[in-house]
């Protein structure tokens, strides 16, 4: 009777932890660093879905200034994003996803970067050299 009781408490338990992770991931309340992201191994990898329209974000450096700057953008799991850059000088745009994107941006206009991301949670697109965030997305 006791390894009953034991059994059910844990059980019950497992439920009740499943649970608040995954409120907390429907309400928005868990922080998602995707600096910090990982996934579990063996975990499927988001395709994009035929048709799926990309998330475009335009970028611009021209005499020091970064636009857009941390602008909020929304885009489901394997949604493309593409990143449309002119730019007056050379940087680094990083994509803190999982996985990590590194592009190289050169002085020239209509540069485009494209990619996904495979879980959900905060991407953070930065500029390394001008150090500003361009853009964060918002991946449900």
Request: proline fraction near 5%.
């Amino acid at each position: 009777m006791r390894n009953v009781r034991r059994g059910c408490a844990l059980v019950l338990l497992a439920g009740l932890l499943t649970a608040g992770c995954a409120s907390a991931e429907e309400g928005g309340h868990a922080d998602h660093g995707a600096a910090h992201q990982s996934s579990a191994p063996g975990s499927a990898t988001a395709q994009p879905q035929a048709g799926q329209q990309a998330v475009v974000i335009a970028v611009r450096l021209a005499g020091g200034t970064v636009t857009p700057d941390d602008a909020r953008v929304e885009a489901a799991v394997g949604q493309p994003i593409e990143l449309v850059v002119d730019s007056d000088t050379a940087d680094e745009l990083h994509v803190h996803a999982d996985p990590d994107h590194t592009f190289e941006v050169e002085p020239a206009a209509g540069q485009r970067f494209s990619f996904t991301v495979a879980v959900p949670g905060r991407v953070e697109i930065e500029l390394h050299d001008a150090g500003r965030t361009v853009a964060t997305v918002l991946v449900r």
